[in-house]
């Protein structure tokens, strides 16, 4: 994820800070919110020679109140389209359009095809050696069960140039559309029971989401405004999860009729917006705040990290779990006992201990896990390239949101056909002109 690695800039303008360290804080602080929550509801069992999975927001319907404080890919979308509004505004001038979305993209499809061929490498080893299919689809699942955000960022990364074009030109209409696109998308798809139609809300939510970050930068959002729109959101979020269609829950729960989050609703868009103009109304009082000692150097060293920690953080999962359930060390008490809270805290320890120990390792050989995709020139017009570019960033996406629904293992078999979509996807961003584009973006 680009936006996790770039350091965030300032908005340009003579005389202001070099970088905004409050969005450095939001960005680090909300990825490692985004791993605990994954590893707290990573509830893995091991009984009669079987893993399995228990789900405590099924089994205790009231910790369906504590996804409120997890949800917070909402503040990845604002601060990614920050981060990319700044990017587009300093790039070189000399650079396409063509250019600076591919090596946004590249930077994003390096480290996940990196992770993505490890999985998979692993998954048919494994296949090869006679794993239980079942257990090979658990696993699968859950290291690839958080790839979807990868799947929509490449794509609001994509519409970049035009949703820059939106917000000079329309302003804060841009995300209202968007939002009144989600609205609308919502309303239809809930009344005629045609819940595939919400399905565009991926798309209207987080780019809603992205365009205000957008719209941040440019200094459309004054304290005043978010601080109003916090509010606003605020009085509405409890309204729509206790007399609207909208369950508590803001990730996905087996047996709800409507979610929250697959795909996103409306009620998830009031959540991010009370998220946003909270955060983003205190960004100078944390920037000043964040100055001083070694809160520099510590934001510095996390963001370098988090993508990492967001791509590789379910692999301890299926490591501690493989080794140490079977071999007793660790606890398994009934479900929400005091015990078993004792041991879900034990268990983040260990997780964190091995993390740790992974992203050591990763950062050690970064040139290889954190390099962007290669790209190749092939001797095509400018405008073919281009073509090809989107066409293989929406492959990509495609096959990571396949990934993400069905896992690396689905019904235990290999993903060829997801696997061969996502490879031919890199191959098409990869290849630039051989002649550099003249079109100026």
Known sequence: MVVMTQNSSSRGHPGSPPRELALDLYRSAAVMLVVIGHWLLSVMTYRDGEFGRDNPLVLMPWTQWLTWGFQV??????????????????????????????????????????????VLVVMGAL????????????????????LWFLAVYLMVVAL????????????????????????????????????????????????????????????????????????????ALPLLVTWGPYPVAMIGVPGDRVENSAPPSAALLALATVQ???????VPLLNRALTRGAWPRILGVANNNVMAL?????????????????????????????AWWLARLEWELVLAVVTAALLCLLFWQRRFFAAAAPTFAVPVPAGVAEGMLYAGTGACALALSLLSSNGFAPHGEFPAATAVLFVAGVLLVGARPRVRAQTQA
């Open 73 to 118: 890919v909402p503040v990845f979308f604002a601060v990614a389209g920050y981060a990319s509004a700044v990017s587009w505004s300093r790039r070189d001038a000399a650079a396409s359009r063509q250019e600076w979305v591919r090596r946004r993209v590249a930077r994003v499809l390096g480290p996940t095809a990196v992770y993505a061929g490890f």
């Open 310 to 338: 967001y791509l590789w953080h379910m692999m301890p999962v299926i490591v501690v779990t493989v080794v140490a359930y079977p071999a007793g060390l660790l606890p398994q008490p009934p479900l929400g006992s005091g």
């Open 127 to 146: 296949k090869i050696g006679g794993i239980d299919g079942a257990v090979l689809e658990l696993g699968g699942w859950a290291v690839a069960m958080h």
């Open 160 to 235: 970049t140039p035009l949703a820059v074009a939106a917000n000079r030109r329309w302003g804060l209409a841009a995300p209202a559309a968007l939002a009144v696109c989600l609205v609308v998308v919502d309303v239809v798809g809930i009344v005629t029971g045609y819940n595939e139609i919400r399905m565009a809300n991926y798309f209207f939510c987080w780019a809603a989401v992205y365009q205000l970050g957008i719209a941040w930068h440019g200094g459309l959002l004054g304290r005043r405004l978010l601080a109003g729109m916090a509010a606003a959101a605020a009085v």
């Open 276 to 282: 946003i103009g909270v955060l983003f109304a205190i």
